[in-house]
């Protein structure tokens, strides 16, 4: 069963966009496919939902982002307030009855996600996700250099002593 800490292992949520995003390269030899830290993860399916799998189970990242921030999967349906099912925000979200889900449904001729439409794949948004985890390597790169080049001076000062 798929964990908070096993999710974690594998993916990076922001809640402020509702992406998740790959933390490391992931390879399947079986099926040949391939992932790149970074990539944005899921895809939208026929009813407009955000899904991935994950070693060979689907799941809706709504559901994810709901177990990445609390813990657990949430007990009951997960609602999308605003009813643009693709926004995966965890402020968008709420776990709630079936009878409540369903009473936040759009009215017939309403169509919600026209009007607010949300580009899952907008550049901007990956930009500023790629650029955090740019600035996150470069960071640690940095302070294993400055480690280095601290161990070589204490080195290089123990060896001028004797």
Do not use: C
């Amino acid at each position: 069963m798929l964990t908070q800490k096993k999710l974690k292992q594998i993916l990076y949520y922001n809640k402020d966009t509702g992406f998740f995003v790959y933390i490391k390269d992931i390879f399947n030899l079986d099926t040949k496919f391939g992932v790149r830290a970074g990539d944005i993860a899921g895809s939208i399916d026929n009813q407009g939902y955000v899904s991935i799998t994950i070693k060979g189970k689907r799941y809706s990242l709504h559901r994810l982002a709901w177990l990445y921030t609390y813990g657990h999967f949430p007990k009951q349906q997960i609602d999308h307030i605003n009813r643009i099912r693709n926004d995966n925000r965890i402020i968008n979200l709420r776990d709630v009855s079936g009878k409540v889900n369903m009473s936040n449904k759009s009215k017939p001729g309403e169509n919600r996600l026209e009007e607010n439409i949300i580009e899952y794949k907008s550049k901007k948004i990956i930009d500023r996700i790629l650029n955090k985890f740019d600035r996150e390597r470069q960071e640690r790169e940095d302070k294993i250099s400055k480690d280095n080049v601290r161990i070589y001076n204490e080195q290089l000062a123990y060896y001028k002593y004797w």
